[in-house]
């Protein structure tokens, strides 16, 4: 990992002169980062992130994961992004490949995203080689820099889509055509390359690039004061400054921030006036302002709403700068928001965006399952975003809903062999969809990868004087605390089971805090510290805080039960009335055909005051728990027609649930998250 | 009426001899009509259609929506047709207007369809003109006609879209673009205006715009083998066929069947290689053959499939050219895709096609109730296609469907003002969709006008020596039945009840058969004749059948009794697990929240056993008779989080319910068809 000053020293650096890879085992430098956003800060979170490469994964959960998008996914995904043309895009001068996919009346089409494709798997294959060097993907990488590097203008413009297709074209349509989005998205893989590898060719082109983008946009004269209409550099900007400790990086991110749904004159509104010929004024199916979050001021939005990628990305940067900025308009906007989501837009396992026409969010509990759209890319972006409020404000609110959308919404878009994946992630099924191989858009494959080469990073925080646990599953990293370095080991099997042993070692005695996430989900949790009881009923805000003097040997016991839990949704939540959903710990549950046989497993009831059993199952995936209950099943067989006034006979049977992240990964069938629930039967 | 012997006397004679306008009252001569198809017939139906101007509707229901539509519906839907500037794209060579929504890369637009839009507004006018002359709504159909008629090239050729926009691409697309539909939209409207007021100056247009098709299609030599990808022209052209006699439109419509989804080569994929560049290369997104029913022959059919009104539209014309071929193939291939829909695709309301991505069908018991796209055209065109069977081969099977398609699916299209729609009738709401004003494709809107204009038709079919009852609701009509004129009155309430009396006064004595309909919901019936019982159980296929000498004074009673009814759906139709639809007669009933106030309509359950109450209620609609029962309901108001572990408090309640076709008349709010139902509570 790459601290903020040798970013700044290896400025000028011949770009023959890379720094050797940066693998595990070489010491991290993040102090440098932290200290340049200490100085810049007005109001310092006190904790912040541990960057991921620092955290070893041990525990079986994720370690399986991480190896399967490692050896799997990050050169399937290379592999894909040829055969979909989408490097080759890169290849200019030369011909850009043909049209793939039609244009809207007004140009777009998803191609103009395909910058934004390469500049995800650079990220994602960074991560990669964080934890594995890989000559093969650091060739791929480079080869990809090399292509970006000569499409490149000589005043630093970079997308090869207008590059390649219509430069005349460039920035004039910012409202539908993602230029800053792919900016950003190469930035986050630019900045991702050089952390991991110390090269720092491809941050040198994008800096150039920013430069341009500085200079063509903002409040000074002559400036346009334009923003992306996908949200997404802004977040990145913020990774930036956070490496660079350069002010005018958050300054843009600010300046985006700040412009966004200002009016009169709506930009996007002023853009379209300066466009030329009727088709070219088509306006965008999506065009209402609502759909990109630009309907007004960042600071005066109180509801969720349009695009929910869009809007995850833009509420992440705004979480961001207002930890930056000390900005308490800000904050509060970042926490009006978040209720909003929380309290009436939520799917149960952290999906969000029910509705495939805008790709995002509709009204308050409008929440159907069979087509939910609770694209994959949003529950990873709802990560993001929880990630930067739980360090605005360490609440374990924060914590439960990055843990939810990371064990069930987001975890579900990707398949168990790593090669297979879901843009949406309905919570039931008629057996109907399957995994897809790749997207037409390919957003999601890439988002996911990411999140798991990095996931790491969202374990713990550390501050001055103590360490925050937030996720549990078996990791070890070692961490400058109050002035020791501590290593610590967390060891569990975590998610299936809520046993937990946190092995503190100092290298010298010393005190400081431990912070131990109690999840909301938990009930009866207890703690003790080398065997002595902690009392749980101190933990505040989803947090227990151990502050004792540390010595070498220590053992922290933490015991989470994890009963089976029925869950019920609002009245409100239509699809839902009627039904209960299944829960262990973080994990939600589906019923899937494939351990239901017998029809579709909508014709299951779960009577409410069944016993619910878990059960370890060491023959499913690499050993899994499984929920089961008696249950009632309504017989097809004897049902010829399609409407009758009969009712359908009923028989007594058995339901078998597993976690909704595995559903899809075996043979095709139906599933259901909200089983019908059998009241006084 | 005109007749087809009328017709083709008519052909040479000047235009400014246009017949006087004929209104009820004149005498029908439809004997001729009969006569051509008798002679043409290899199997001739028994039973077939009275048209609609010679039946007279005199029951409240049908008099309410038939006035409202006259009064309402048909001028509005004029001055619509104008505001969106669909009048004025005929007004050829003036530059058409300007393109008011988007192309698809490969040219397509909603704009393609505009031509069929006047077509099917002169259609219904024609048919209010049938019942109430106005010589507003004569100057306005004239008006179109005389734009039609300067806009026809020298050939023939009549598209407003190519003509105005790009001439020398006509006849290039005929996958997307609709010239054939558009075509037989049009003739639709020139044969009914012709029938209404002989007045034949847009038949002939057609008529030569026909022999320019006739000409260019084809399996001769230097003809191309193309068919429409959208149907309809083939049910039209059997129209005019009835109509005039002529064999070319017959002969036409065969080829337009046989032809179609016959291959290699298909002739979309060969018409696409003719086309240059490669943006016309595109695929239109739903290039998959299945979507236009042209995957395989059509005497190979079983599965229906694609979009749902292209497949009935097609249906109905095989139905119709069995009939009067004879032949057996394409009458199996009707009866085995009627069989699928039944079984397996069909709303408990007769809507069809549960999916707005292909407006069509998808796969087996794939009925969502929220999502139903179940377009008013789709059960409209049932409607079309359930007539054609029924004259194919008289079962009550047939007739059930009309009118459960007629009193549901496809009245639910139109506001109880007359000026409001539904493009998409779903079978749940959480109280957002509302009827829309006007649609950017406004196909349903005259779809639904033009059959209550005509709904006369439906009524009853006559044969050389009787008449056949289909639906009642209070008629009257007068028939020439073995050699007597009958007058023929029906008196009832129907739907609302099912005590139903028919007049029926032979002008002599006379023996024949009156043919009354059990409808297959019936449970129960009992029949009289002036007193008399007449054992219903002696009806056979849906019918029973009164051969009797028939004199002045005679009547029948039949009674259909009502009850309320509790309907269950196939298992496999997940979203109807654990729920129940209520229904009365022909009428399926729905909940909606302005009866049942107190939050969202989804928080009620009805118990198993509740017992259902119909009553009367005359402050409702003109009077409508509801269902009410006890119930429970969820309780939102103590439910402040989105999920939670303690189930939801229910409370005793009861529930009102109306029929379906009524929603979303009086304030926005949920509505639901499917009702969850409580077992053993």
Redesign the interface.
């Known amino acids: 990992m790459r601290s903020a000053s040798e970013a700044s020293k290896d400025k000028g650096a011949p770009r023959s002169q890379c720094h050797a890879l940066v693998v595990r085992g070489c010491a991290p430098h993040h102090e440098d980062y932290w200290a340049v956003r200490n100085n810049e800060s007005k109001q310092m979170p006190r904790y912040a992130p541990v960057p991921f490469p620092e955290v070893k994964l041990e525990g079986q959960f994720w370690h399986e994961r991480l190896d399967t998008v490692l050896a799997r996914t990050v050169p399937s995904q290379h592999r894909k992004l040829g055969e979909y043309g989408i490097l080759d895009s890169l290849k200019l001068p030369n011909p850009p490949p ?2 793939r996919f ?5 140009g777009f089409t998803v191609q103009v995203f395909w910058d934004s494709d390469v500049g995800k798997w650079i990220e994602a294959a960074s991560y990669a080689l964080a934890h594995r060097r890989d000559i093969d993907i650091e060739n791929k990488i480079e080869a990809a820099i090399d292509d970006l590097e000569k499409a490149q203008a000589p005043d630093g413009y970079l997308n090869c889509w207008y590059l390649g297709r219509e430069p005349e074209k460039r920035w004039t349509n910012l409202r539908d055509n993602h230029e800053m989005y792919n900016a950003g998205h190469l930035l986050e893989g630019a900045v991702a390359y050089f952390q991991v590898t110390g090269r720092r060719r491809f941050l040198d082109i994008m800096e150039r690039y920013l430069d341009h983008i500085y200079a063509t946009f903002g409040t000074g004269p002559g400036q346009r004061r334009g923003y992306d209409g996908h949200e997404e550099i802004e977040l990145a900007l913020m990774k930036l400054y956070y490496l660079t400790g350069e002010r005018k990086h958050l300054d843009f991110a600010t300046y985006l921030i700040n412009e966004r749904g200002q009016q009169p004159p709506h930009y996007f509104d002023w853009e379209r006036e300066q466009r030329e010929g ?2 070219s004024k ?1 306006p965008y ?1 999506f065009a209402n302002y609502e759909y990109s979050q630009s309907h007004k001021p960042v600071r005066e939005q109180n509801k969720v709403v349009g695009h929910a990628v869009r809007a995850m990305y833009l509420y992440t940067a705004m979480a961001d700068l207002a930890a930056e900025l000390g900005d308490a308009a800000l904050k509060r906007a970042c926490e009006v928001l978040w209720d909003d989501v ?3 837009k ?1 799917y ?1 396992t952290a999906g969000l965006g029910p509705s495939a026409h805008n790709e995002g969010f ?2 308050d ?2 929440l ?1 399952n ?2 939910a759209y609770a694209e994959t890319c949003a529950s990873v972006a709802l990560i993001f975003w929880a990630q930067r409020m739980l360090h605005l404000d360490l609440d374990g609110k924060y914590a439960d809903i990055l843990e939810l959308a990371m064990f069930n919404g987001a975890l579900s878009g990707l398949s168990r062999d790593g090669e297979h994946y879901f843009y949406a992630n309905p919570l ?1 099924s ?1 057996g ?1 969809p399957t995994r897809w191989e790749w997207h037409t858009c390919p957003c999601c494959t890439m988002n996911v990868s990411r999140l798991v080469a990095s996931v790491g990073q969202y374990f713990l925080s550390s501050a001055e004087d103590g360490v925050a646990f937030h996720l549990y599953g078996g990791i070890a990293t070692d961490l400058e605390i109050a002035g020791t370095k501590v290593s610590l080991r967390e060891v569990s099997t975590y998610p299936w089971s809520g046993d937990i042993r946190i092995h503190v070692d100092p290298e010298t005695p010393a005190a400081f805090d431990v912070k131990l996430r109690i999840p909301g989900w938990s009930n009866g949790a207890t703690a003790s510290v080398n065997g002595e009881t902690i009392p749980t009923g101190s933990a505040e805000r989803g947090y227990l805080t151990l502050r004792r003097q540390w010595q070498k040997g220590d053992v922290i016991a933490l015991d989470l039960p994890m009963p089976p ?11 839902d ?2 039904r ?2 299944l829960k262990r710990g973080p994990l939600v549950y589906c019923l899937e055909e494939v351990d239901n046989p017998g ?2 497993v ?2 299951l ?1 779960l009577p ?1 005051h069944a016993l619910l059993k878990a059960e370890t199952r060491s023959d499913l995936f690499d050993g899994i728990v499984t929920l089961t209950a008696e249950a009632t099943s ?3 067989s004897e ?1 010829a ?8 006979r009923e028989a007594p049977s058995t339901l078998t649930a597993i976690p909704y992240f595995l559903w899809a990964n075996r043979e095709q069938g ?1 599933m ?1 998250v909200w089983v ?6």
Request: proline share 10%.
């Open positions: 043909p049209l039609p244009r809207h009346a007004n009727s088709e088509q199916v929380m309290k009436t939520m149960v509709t009204h509990y409008d159907p069979q087509t039931e008629d109907t839990v029925r869950l019920y949704a609002h009245p409100g939540v239509i699809m009335a009627g209960v959903a029809g579709r909508q014709r009831k409410r309504l017989e097809e049902f027609e399609l409407y009758r006034t009969a009712p359908p139906s259901m019908p629930e059998a009241v006084a039967n």
